[in-house]
């Protein structure tokens, strides 16, 4: 693992305009691992003008040589799995197991669906007398989040190579070691200068010159609904394409017919994988009254088991934050019955795994975004109730439901405002399209919606 002291700009690492660096820190041992430059709005404007230069030979090139590089991609991918894998563990702090097995696979699946995507995707389709052409949309702006750190910049750049864009990426400040990996995976797979550039830089410097920049046609974003907020307000007011993924506060409701431990089991893992750090976690466990005490009993039982085997979250100001609501939760009239918010240990960013019981709709941890491992428990009188309390937050991202039979729980799922719900406990599909109802975004990334999104339609009349 090597930190760049400088920019990938137009198929080389440049020299950064300005001094000052940005130190990655180890999250399990909080030793500094890595200093990468934190680019100004000059290294953003150089940025733009080669992903702009390189726009027209890129949206030229035949959709199969885009498939190539995208092949090449993924192989570049399969080929330094380990080194990923190793990369995110050192600066997220996750599991070596679970970074192979999600933050190094994970990208390895969407490159590979993108690059099978533009050999077949039908370009141009004709409709009535007109041809329609499907074209790039143009230059990207694409801020990621540091939770999935690969799979965010992949779920983006992906899609956009293959429609025919070009690219600049400004990842997030705690996970920017993955972000050069990916850059060294681009120039290895042969992808041409220009079309793909990174700069690592403070989301409110490098972030905003990136989303401010004229030369910008599309500025994709995931991150906080606070930031992505702002992004949504600045494109509005230039005119340009905006894609969000925001936050979420998913609901995971187990109805009366469903196998309840089973249901309690997955729903606590999903809670705690990633030590809480997913957007789309099930973070609200919506229980029957008369199960209620069961549940509670089978997700403490199921979270005192991930005891040690989660990471820590990603830095100090996280920990604080989770820790905070977890405090909130108690003095809103929620009762502890796994973790809490002491420390678990001395060094690094570690929170235990937490299940607060006795949580009301109207309580602060069933409102907001905690990002941290913290399940909370509500209990629900009758299939109605539970909709309306499913229903009853700004977000809308991710759930699940689960019954005795599918079609019960299928009935229940599409009466929720929200962009993916998992039945009985259904896989992660990469071609599935992924985003936010409501308060939880704009578009959707993953598959062939995400191509969509990088895409514009110029319908020519015959
Ligand atoms: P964040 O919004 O603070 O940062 C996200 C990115 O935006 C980072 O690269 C950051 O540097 C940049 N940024 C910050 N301020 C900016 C500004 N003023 N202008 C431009 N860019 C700016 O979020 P975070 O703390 O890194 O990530 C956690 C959040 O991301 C959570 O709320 C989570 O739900 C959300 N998230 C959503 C999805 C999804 O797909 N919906 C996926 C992952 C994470």
């Given at each position: 693992m090597k930190a760049h002291d400088g920019m990938y700009i137009d198929g080389a690492w440049r020299p950064a305009d300005g001094r000052d660096a940005i130190d990655v820190v180890?999250?399990?041992?909080?030793?500094?691992i890595g200093r990468v430059p934190a680019g100004t709005a000059l290294d953003v404007d150089t940025a733009v003008r080669a992903a702009r230069a390189a726009l027209p030979g890129w949206a030229a090139t035949p959709p199969a040589e885009r498939a190539a590089r995208l092949a090449a991609l993924r192989d570049v991918l399969v080929a330094r799995k380990d080194e990923v894998a190793e990369t995110v563990t050192a600066e997220l702090g996750s599991p070596l197991k679970f970074s192979q097995a999600v933050h190094a696979a994970a990208p390895i699946a969407v490159a590979g669906s993108y690059a099978e995507l533009t050999a077949t995707y039908a370009f141009e389709e004709k409709v009535g007398n007109s041809v329609v052409h499907h074209e790039p949309v143009g230059v990207v702006g694409a801020i990621t989040p540091w939770n999935y750190p690969l799979h965010q910049i992949v779920a983006k750049v992906a899609p956009a190579l293959a429609a025919g864009c070009t690219v600049v990426l400004k990842p997030a400040e705690d996970t920017p070691l993955t972000a050069q990996l990916f850059a060294e995976a681009v120039h290895e797979a042969g992808v041409?200068?220009?079309?793909f550039n990174l700069v690592t830089g403070l989301g409110p410097v490098a972030g905003q010159a990136l989303a401010e920049?004229?030369?910008?046609?599309l500025v994709s974003f995931t991150g906080s609904t606070a930031v992505g907020r702002r992004i949504g307000a600045l494109a509005g007011a230039a005119v340009k394409n905006v894609a969000l993924e925001l936050g979420g506060k998913s609901a995971n409701v187990i109805l009366p017919s469903a196998d309840l431990a089973k249901a309690v089991n997955v729903g606590v893992a999903n809670v705690m994988s990633n030590s809480g750090q997913?957007?789309?976690?099930?973070?609200r466990m919506l229980v029957h009254r008369d199960q209620y005490d069961e549940a509670v009993a089978l997700a403490a039982e199921a979270a005192a088991k991930y005891g040690d085997r989660i990471g820590p979250v990603v830095n100090a100001k996280q920990r604080e934050r989770v820790r905070g609501y977890i405090e909130k939760g108690v003095a809103e009239g929620a009762r502890i019955v796994a973790g809490g918010?002491?420390?678990?240990?001395?060094?690094?960013y570690f929170v235990s795994p937490t299940v607060l019981a006795?949580?009301?709709?109207?309580?602060t941890v069933a409102q907001e975004?905690?990002?941290?491992?913290v399940l909370s428990v509500l209990r629900y009188e009758d299939e109605e109730d539970a909709l309306r309390i499913a229903n009853g937050t700004v977000y809308g991202l991710a759930g699940a439901v689960w019954a005795g039979e599918e079609a019960e729980a299928v009935a229940f799922a599409r009466r929720m405002e929200t962009g993916q719900v998992d039945i009985n406990g259904g896989r992660f599909n990469p071609l599935a399209p992924f985003g936010g109802y409501k308060q939880s975004g704009v578009g959707r990334e993953l598959g062939a919606h995400g191509l969509t999104e990088y895409l514009q339609t110029k319908s020519l009349q015959f």
């Amino acid at each position: 693992m090597k930190a760049h002291d400088g920019m990938y700009i137009d198929g080389a690492w440049r020299p950064a305009d300005g001094r000052d660096a940005i130190d990655v820190v180890n999250p399990v041992d909080e030793q500094v691992i890595g200093r990468v430059p934190a680019g100004t709005a000059l290294d953003v404007d150089t940025a733009v003008r080669a992903a702009r230069a390189a726009l027209p030979g890129w949206a030229a090139t035949p959709p199969a040589e885009r498939a190539a590089r995208l092949a090449a991609l993924r192989d570049v991918l399969v080929a330094r799995k380990d080194e990923v894998a190793e990369t995110v563990t050192a600066e997220l702090g996750s599991p070596l197991k679970f970074s192979q097995a999600v933050h190094a696979a994970a990208p390895i699946a969407v490159a590979g669906s993108y690059a099978e995507l533009t050999a077949t995707y039908a370009f141009e389709e004709k409709v009535g007398n007109s041809v329609v052409h499907h074209e790039p949309v143009g230059v990207v702006g694409a801020i990621t989040p540091w939770n999935y750190p690969l799979h965010q910049i992949v779920a983006k750049v992906a899609p956009a190579l293959a429609a025919g864009c070009t690219v600049v990426l400004k990842p997030a400040e705690d996970t920017p070691l993955t972000a050069q990996l990916f850059a060294e995976a681009v120039h290895e797979a042969g992808v041409p200068a220009g079309v793909f550039n990174l700069v690592t830089g403070l989301g409110p410097v490098a972030g905003q010159a990136l989303a401010e920049h004229p030369g910008v046609d599309l500025v994709s974003f995931t991150g906080s609904t606070a930031v992505g907020r702002r992004i949504g307000a600045l494109a509005g007011a230039a005119v340009k394409n905006v894609a969000l993924e925001l936050g979420g506060k998913s609901a995971n409701v187990i109805l009366p017919s469903a196998d309840l431990a089973k249901a309690v089991n997955v729903g606590v893992a999903n809670v705690m994988s990633n030590s809480g750090q997913t957007c789309s976690a099930w973070t609200r466990m919506l229980v029957h009254r008369d199960q209620y005490d069961e549940a509670v009993a089978l997700a403490a039982e199921a979270a005192a088991k991930y005891g040690d085997r989660i990471g820590p979250v990603v830095n100090a100001k996280q920990r604080e934050r989770v820790r905070g609501y977890i405090e909130k939760g108690v003095a809103e009239g929620a009762r502890i019955v796994a973790g809490g918010p002491e420390a678990p240990q001395e060094q690094g960013y570690f929170v235990s795994p937490t299940v607060l019981a006795d949580v009301t709709e109207d309580m602060t941890v069933a409102q907001e975004e905690i990002f941290g491992p913290v399940l909370s428990v509500l209990r629900y009188e009758d299939e109605e109730d539970a909709l309306r309390i499913a229903n009853g937050t700004v977000y809308g991202l991710a759930g699940a439901v689960w019954a005795g039979e599918e079609a019960e729980a299928v009935a229940f799922a599409r009466r929720m405002e929200t962009g993916q719900v998992d039945i009985n406990g259904g896989r992660f599909n990469p071609l599935a399209p992924f985003g936010g109802y409501k308060q939880s975004g704009v578009g959707r990334e993953l598959g062939a919606h995400g191509l969509t999104e990088y895409l514009q339609t110029k319908s020519l009349q015959f």
